[in-house]
């Protein structure tokens, strides 16, 4: 498959690398000409426990053009900058190609609709996790599942046979919604407390912070509802207790985004779930203030 990736960050090394392996041609869109070359020369490398890292060549640049048209475009840069993303490396979308995001968010899969329509966009989460060290050098921090939906059948299980190939470990849906919902819940009420307290990722289920987790989350839960989207809380919460063993050394990518100095994701998390609670007259003030927080955590990092 001619695949490529926009936002060559941690997640998109880490599925790019895995899917060049596998044998893909795959195309890392980098918003930097410079850092595109230097990729293309010295490939990127995956570090993953105490194992020899993963090393894959890997095609890299900033022109969309230069990939010719994708049979799958993964997209891969934070919330906010996907539409700005879609139509700057349009060049790379043809009329048959698929578009798939694995990003947290909760407005990604309209932004893909959008752009291609119902037929060829596919929507998702994935619990793997990933640091960036240096551009093209990541930390492979956990694995976990991936699951997206769309409605073509054919498409849908050509991808996911595409990237377990690849060797990760992906489901499928129909509906990407509620699996969309229930992650972005879950960052939702544990990326801001995390962002704001400095905890780690094993402290998430104990008091005091469980407590403002479980009402971000049922604020979360009551606005899906009102979109017609199921969540389960008490899921959510036993997924947030597993994480706190499988993703005891990894930096949520809020976290990431404050070290690095960089605009955070709660606009498209937390600011959806304040934007339908208003029009649905649903009260989230939990949500509210940490969005407030977040924001001022922004401004003066
Ligand atoms: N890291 C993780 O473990 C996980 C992340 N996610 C989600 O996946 C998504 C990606 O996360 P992650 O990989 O960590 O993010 P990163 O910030 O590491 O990577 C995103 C990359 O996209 C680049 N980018 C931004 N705009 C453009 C553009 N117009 N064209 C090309 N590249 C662009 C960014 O460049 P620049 O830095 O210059 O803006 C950056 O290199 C996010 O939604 C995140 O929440 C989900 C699960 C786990
Ligand atoms: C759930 C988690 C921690 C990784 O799977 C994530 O999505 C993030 O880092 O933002």
Known sequence: MNIAVIGAGALGCLFGGHLAVAGHDVWLLHRR????????AAGISIHRDDDPPLAAGINA??????????DLVLVLVRAHQTPT????????IGPETLLLSLQNGLRNYDYLLDQVGRERAFCGVTYEAAITKEPGTI???STGLTTFGGSS?????????????????????????????????????????????????THLPTD??????????TEADHVATSQGIDIDVET???????????????????????????????????????DLGKTADIAVP????????????EQCS
Do not use: Y
């Open 153 to 201: 059948v054919g498409a849908r299980t050509t991808i996911q046979e595409t990237f377990a190939e690849a060797g990760f470990n992906v489901n499928t849906v129909t509906d990407p919604r509620p699996v969309i919902w229930e992650k972005g819940a879950l960052v939702g009420a544990t990326a801001p407390v995390l962002t704001l307290t400095g905890c780690p990722v």
């Open 33 to 40: 000409e410079q850092i595109a070359n230097t990729l293309s």
């Open 139 to 141: 930390i492979h921090t």
């Open 236 to 274: 959510i919460q036993q997924t947030i207790a597993s994480m706190t063993e499988s993703h005891a050394e990894h930096r949520v990518s809020m976290v990431q985004d404050i070290e690095h100095g960089r605009r955070t994701e709660i606009d498209e998390l937390n600011g959806v779930i304040i």
């Open 286 to 297: 939990i949500n509210k203030h940490v969005t407030a927080l977040i924001h001022g955590v």
């Open 61 to 70: 640049t900033a022109t969309a053009s230069d990939v010719g048209t994708a």
């Open 208 to 217: 005091p912070l469980d407590e403002v987790v479980t009402q971000l989350l």
């Open 85 to 92: 993303a879609l139509a700057e490396h349009a060049a790379c």
